[in-house]
């Protein structure tokens, strides 16, 4: 069974940086394109950004964080990774990784919070 293991989310101003990390466990990991998603409080999970499998991966982003986040990953270290700059309060969330298309059982997510 897969395990996915979130972290270095946390309690950011506006404008500043966090950079994610969630860890796979159980799986080639490298066989399939990765992503990151969101939940914001009483809204729906959404997908954020993805990094394909081959080597070199091509990115994608929504539009809410074009520009802003970038992903990346690592499979030698089974570890995909978001870097977050110019932090909105907007961007308040937890967030998670998993699969493009969705194939593991959620993590438990890290809590992102952007507040002044």
């Known amino acids: 069974q897969v395990h996915l293991v979130e972290s270095g989310g946390g309690l950011e101003h506006p404008g500043g940086s966090l950079r994610l990390s969630c860890a796979a466990s159980?799986?080639?990991?490298?066989?399939?394109?990765m992503g990151w998603y969101r939940q914001a409080p009483g809204k729906q999970r959404e997908l954020i950004a993805v990094?394909?499998?081959?080597?070199?991966?091509?990115?994608n982003y929504a539009d809410s964080v074009k520009g802003r986040f970038t992903i990346s990953r690592d499979n030698a270290k089974n570890t995909v990774y978001l870097q977050m700059n110019s932090l909105k309060p907007e961007d308040t969330a937890v967030y998670y990784c998993?699969?493009?298309?969705?194939?593991?059982?959620w993590g438990q997510g890290t809590q992102v919070t952007v507040s002044s």
């Open positions: 998993n699969a493009d298309p969705v194939i593991y059982i």
């Open positions: 159980g799986s080639i990991f490298s066989n399939y394109d």
């Open positions: 990094i394909t499998r081959g080597r070199g991966g091509s990115t």
